[in-house]
């Protein structure tokens, strides 16, 4: 799921998220990668559009992203984690396991993991 710089202003409302403008840089910087930069390539990028970006603010909206499935990062042995707009069909994998995981021990322990029907 891509979505054009000009719309990430409601896309972050929606989930929870401030529209600040290093923010609104790395979304740019991230969104305009044609391949998949690490967070300190990501941070020279959006520094270019907005100076005050830090390497900081680079790491948590990555992660922030990566929650709410709009980036998703690829871990590489030895070096930095590489990001990407939208989710990874390897981390929705990993995700269904990791549950399926917890609910194996759950159930070990006489319990049983029911859906949230709040959300």
Same mark, same amino acid.
């Given at each position: 799921m891509t979505t054009a710089p000009a719309d990430i202003?409601?896309?972050l409302a929606r989930v929870g998220m401030r529209a600040t403008p290093p923010r609104l840089a790395i979304w740019q910087a991230l969104h305009e990668a044609t391949d998949e930069p690490d967070a300190v390539e990501l941070l020279c990028r959006a520094q270019r559009i907005e100076p005050r970006t830090s390497l900081g603010t680079v790491y948590r909206f990555l992660r922030e992203l990566e929650q709410?499935?709009?980036a998703?990062?690829?871990p590489i042995a030895h070096e930095r984690s590489r990001w990407r707009m939208g989710s990874s069909p390897e981390s929705t994998t990993k995700n269904v396991e990791a549950?399926?995981? &917890?609910?194996?021990?759950?159930a070990a322990f006489g319990y049983r993991l029911v859906?949230? &029907?709040t959300t």
């Open positions: 202003q409601p896309l709410h499935g709009l998703s990062s690829r549950i399926a995981a &917890v609910a194996r021990l759950a859906p949230d &029907v």
